[in-house]
């Protein structure tokens, strides 16, 4: 199994600021992912963090809204830009070694915008 | 576009019960099926994962079974306990727009009464 840590693991920001994610693994795995969970509902992958080129965006979620980096395997960072109230959810980072492998979540990072 | 469906989407039992959680998905070309658990306020637990060609796997009181050509997974615990309150996901993996994704189901909130 994979241990994941994620900082901060809640913050309360303004409106229009940016909030960097960290997402740190205790060992190298293959696959990394961001999910937001917004209040009372499911996870949606936001996208997939590719390591040494762009990320991979889902429908509705663009790289300038939430530009992502993972410069190892090990480690990547997601930035929620020019925050609004309808960004606050909870944002968690995943990670799989491989496709038939179990996928583990981090703790999640609870971010409310004012 | 893979859609997973859960269902009921909140189920209250006495303790000692023996209950069912149903998932359905729309594409059966899945690499696996992973059922998750959300305690409030915190991350997800793994619970299960059943391969795409395996028909069940167990673990204590739970048993996840997968019918893969009706896009259907039950999760069946016995005897639950208050312990078991909790919300439990479904998530499938498949492939899409050139990569690998885990889908979630919106979640079945258990409730177990002493």
């Known amino acids: 199994s994979a241990v994941i840590s994620q900082k901060p693991s809640r913050d309360i920001c303004q409106r229009g600021t940016s909030l960097t994610i960290q997402c740190q693994v205790d060992?190298?795995?293959?696959?990394m992912f961001w999910y937001r969970q917004q209040p009372g509902q499911s996870l949606t992958l936001i996208a997939t963090a590719n390591q040494g080129s762009e990320a991979t965006y889902e429908s509705g979620f663009v790289i300038d809204k939430f530009p992502i980096s993972r410069p190892n395997l090990t480690f990547s960072t997601l930035t929620v830009s020019n925050m609004s109230p309808e960004d606050s959810s909870i944002y968690l980072c995943s990670v799989a070694t491989r496709v038939t492998d179990t996928q583990y979540f981090g703790p999640g990072t609870r971010l409310t915008v004012l | 576009k893979q859609e997973v469906t859960q269902i009921p989407a909140a189920l209250s039992v006495p303790e000692g019960e023996n209950l069912v959680l149903n998932c359905s998905f729309t594409d059966s070309a899945i690499y696996n099926l992973q059922w998750f658990r959300q305690d409030p306020g915190k991350g997800l637990t793994s619970l299960l994962l059943i391969q795409s060609s395996q028909r069940e796997q167990t673990s204590g009181r739970l048993n996840a079974s997968l019918d893969k050509s009706s896009g259907r997974s039950t999760l069946y615990i016995a005897a639950s306990q208050p312990g078991d309150s909790a919300t439990y996901l479904c998530a499938v993996r498949y492939f899409q727009g050139g990569s690998e994704k885990l889908v979630f189901g919106k979640g079945t909130k258990l409730t177990v009464n002493p």
């Open positions: 060992s190298q795995v293959t696959m």
